[in-house]
């Protein structure tokens, strides 16, 4: 395809799993944005083709949408797909990720652009900025979330205070990092062994101020038996990374 020769400052990689009932609003924020020369690569995991459809409905050039992994909690295998597929097809700058369920706004993504432009690696959405803003987030992924942040950064990186939030930009070093590592274990755990090896392999992380949307169809927002287990093996994830890192960050 012609567009894989133009050069893009930026790629977008979204995943989007059965929610076409958003697309048409995301691609309103998109427009809205003061974004320029970006490429979005969707990733469709969804169970038909609606979500598809709607994407070539609303978004008019300069997009693309790669099958999904078809797996269980595939959003973080979704986001490295799309990575491999933007490293590989691609003549881009900084790689994006956010999620299509209308939880971040495309318009922040220029605050993270201008941190990766300042020569740092990555750049992240944080719910923890005193700038940002969260509206209608479940309390169970608020402990959750804060719990695992607060205990890295006091164990990690002092400066960092999101360790979870899957709103990020990346530089091509950064990308190149992730991929040759293999990480296998699914958000919320996932997005902080990502920062881990990106901590450890000595990359340069700032964060910037975003806001945050908590959706009503999360399934995070009710506790119950099957999240209280996926709770408790994240847990378990972690303190095994952290015996990890420990033993290999000054």
Known sequence: MIFYKKRFSSVIVVPTFNNYQDIKKLSKYFKKSNLKNYFICFVDDSF?????LFIKNHFKSNFIILNGPKIE??????IKLGFKWSLKNLNVKYFVEMDSDLSFY???ISKGLKLLNKKN???IGSKYHKSSK???RGIVRKFISFILSYLCN???DQNIYDYTNAFRCYNRRAIIKILKNKIKFDAPAENLNIILLLI???MIIAEFPCTYLGQKHSHWLTLNYKLVIIFVKQIFYTISIFIFYLKKID
């Open 121 to 123: 690696d990555v750049a």
């Open 73 to 78: 909690n595939g959003r973080c295998e979704a």
């Open 48 to 52: 038909d083709n609606k979500t598809k």
């Open 106 to 108: 495309p318009s922040d």
């Open 134 to 136: 969260v509206i209608k």
């Open 154 to 156: 006091k164990l990690f």
């Open 200 to 202: 450890y392999n000595k």
